[in-house]
């Protein structure tokens, strides 16, 4: 066993080998029944393959991560709603929609109640077997689809609600929301001025507000760690009442990133702890995913040209402070370093 | 069966034997006594296999609507005023995605100033929305008007506003006929849906639809209103066989033989209007009234039917066009397009302003004499206009409009109706 493999602490199998340079198990060295549904030849494949998407595009990546797991949790029988942005935007022209299964678009801002809507008609009408995941992006979710999304999550409908969370309005052309960082350009937190880039002191944590409503159920993913995200998804339809999943998805368009820096980027995320990994029962925090090997916020920030003002010919190191000190600030407050 | 009930109940009780599966719940005032009737029956069992959701908005109410509508549910809803405006993208999306959804308006004026009283601007702003828009008389038309509803919508596939005013009929006591259960059945089959969320069957529903096939998208959507102006008529006389009542249809004419005059209204001010006609009819003015039930789909070639022979047309609206004047009297010139008679447009009742017989009499004696403004007011207080006006000029930072109004009249209830 490695060094680093004994940070993971797996009460199932015991694996031995990653993949070189990604913590990533090989599906290969696992049982059976412990492989993940992407690389089961039999998964839904539910958003298929000739969407329009951009390359690299985390949140198309997620979405299939997401709905495949979920459709095996639930035998097939799922209805998924979209929020207006880009899931919708690159997934449902027809006649090359890429929904393998039921699906609907309502608007921008109505993406949770339209999903409470589809449940409380599979309930009157005896329908238990089938469920209903709501999706949006991070600003469907926490700016115009706030209100809807929190009286779902009051009202404790069976709903799993994901967001995409790639930080901005990717699909009006890159504005800030209420998800974007501090410091990141946007095309409304320009790169100019003293302090370029978006307000520090700004935003919202949706996970936590989620939890402050109490719900059965709160957890974050990444697409950089397939098997967490698979997890959590089975996890949540295995739950019935408003559930909530946030997936860091990165946008090489937004983020001024390499589209094959995609996984890296949404792996550095959490290994820096600007992104935490954990889940939450009922208001409470129940488990984090710990860190496997702790990197500076600069190893993330820097390959992203929304970050770049920071890394000019003087380096900004007050605000690099800044983001650093939050990042230490989520590995203490979620658990994120093994003791 | 026969009750003495308030007009809200009494659309309660109807809305519970159309056997709604889905009922979304806001409170706006005038429309709360609504949904809390249906919300109790859901409540203490009376209205079974049906699901009441209190919900954080109306724009919500609308949104869980079409979600449950979309997995084949029949699905209902009320509001008004405010709570239409707010919830307006999912009234144009619920129409647009071809969504049975029936809702109630407690018609009520829209601010500012805000209000609470009767007019019509609320489901009017929502004209062209593409819901079908029929407007009730009384408080019995009210209740008959939504068992026709879910069967117009189901029937077309599309979402139908039942407009009645508010407070004028929601909250006044009436007697209603309710009909048994066994009856409302035997018009109103289960709900059948055209497009439905189905595992078996997967379809994507609301995909972006380009430039190559929008027109056609919307083309069938005023198709659907054109084919409703068969319908509406159909049902009516099809409610009328099983019910033994004549409630609804396009429009309805009264006393227009041989009328000089004609006064196009809707909704509820129409009773008032008749009493003035007949008054008018006995001193031998040959006056007639038309009431449009059907405001959406308009009913352009039934309207020019009932109109043409008139010499003259006074339009009473409970609504304003700000800068041009009348919505309903647009609609109606439309209708008499190349036909030669004089045309008024009344501004009538807006925010609870009281209708009176005498002031209609006045006004029709006006009309009938050809003394009437292109676009009146009824009853415009013309000293507080004018002096407000004056105010206005005489200082830049004249303050507030409504409150200085407000203020110059002095202690309201003397003022009312």
Partial sequence: ?339 | MLKQIEGSRAVAEAVALCRPQVICAYPITPQTHIVEGVGEMVKDGTLTNCEFINVESEFAALSVAIGASAAGARTYTATSSQGLLFMAEAVYNAAGLGLPIVMTIGNRAIGAPINIWNDHSDSMSMRDAGWIQLFAETNQEALDLHIQAFRLAEALSCPVMVCMDGFILTHAYDRVDIPMQAQVDGYLPPYEPRQILDPADPVSIGAMVGPEAFTEVRYMAHHKQLRALTLIPQLSAAFERQFGRASGGLLRSYRTEGAETIVVALGSVIGTVQEVIDEMREAGTRIGAVSICSFRPFPLAALRDALQNAARVVVLEKCLAVGLGGIVSDGVRKALSGIQLKGYTVIAGLGGRAITRASLLQLFTDATEDELEQVTFLDLNAEVVNHELERESAARRSGPTAEAILRRLGTVASHIG
């Avoid at chain 1, 089938?130 to 404790?156: K, P, W």
């Avoid at chain 1, 003087?314 to 203490?332: G, K, M, V, Y």
């Fill in chain 1, 1 to 339: 066993m490695t060094e680093t493999g004994e940070h993971m602490a797996t009460e199932m199998q015991e694996v031995k080998f990653y993949q070189t340079g990604t913590f990533t198990v090989g599906n290969r060295l696992l049982a059976e029944d412990e492989r993940s549904v992407q690389a089961n030849m039999q998964r839904t494949n539910s958003l298929n393959s000739g969407h329009r998407a951009c390359q690299g595009c985390g949140e198309a990546l997620g979405a299939r991560y997401a709905i495949d797991a979920a459709m095996r949790a639930t035998g097939n029988q799922l209805i998924a709603v979209i929020a207006t942005g880009c899931l919708e935007v690159f997934t449902t022209p027809y006649p090359e929609s890429s929904w393998q299964i039921p699906s609907i678009h309502s608007l921008f801002g109505n993406a949770a109640a339209v999903a409470s809507g589809v449940a409380a008609a599979l309930r009157v009408t005896g329908n238990s077997a089938t469920r209903v995941v709501a999706q949006g992006g991070d600003g469907g979710t926490t700016d115009i689809g706030f209100g809807c999304l929190s009286g779902m999550f009051e009202r404790n409908d069976d709903v799993l609600y994901i967001c995409y969370d790639n930080e901005a309005y990717m699909n009006t052309g890159v504005q800030r929301s209420s998800a974007t960082p501090p410091a990141a350009r946007t095309a409304t937190t320009m790169a100019v001025g003293k302090e370029p880039g978006n307000v520090f002191g700004t935003g919202k944590n949706m996970p936590l507000i989620a939890m402050a409503h109490n719900i059965p159920y709160v957890a974050t993913a990444s697409v950089a760690n397939l098997r967490d995200l698979e997890f959590k998804v089975t996890k949540a339809m295995g739950i019935h009442g408003a559930r909530y999943i946030q997936i860091h998805v990165p946008c090489p368009l937004g983020w001024g990133s390499l589209p094959a820096d995609t996984i890296k980027l949404a792996r550095l995320a959490v290994e820096s702890g600007l992104f935490p990994l954990f889940e939450a029962e009922h208001g409470e925090l129940s488990g984090s995913t710990k860190i496997r090997s702790k990197v500076p916020v600069e190893d993330y920030l820097r390959p992203q040209k929304r970050f770049a003002h920071l890394f000019g010919k003087e380096p900004d190191t007050a605000r690099l402070a800044r983001i650093q000190a939050a990042a230490d600030r989520n590995i203490a407050r979620f658990n994120l370093l093994p003791q």
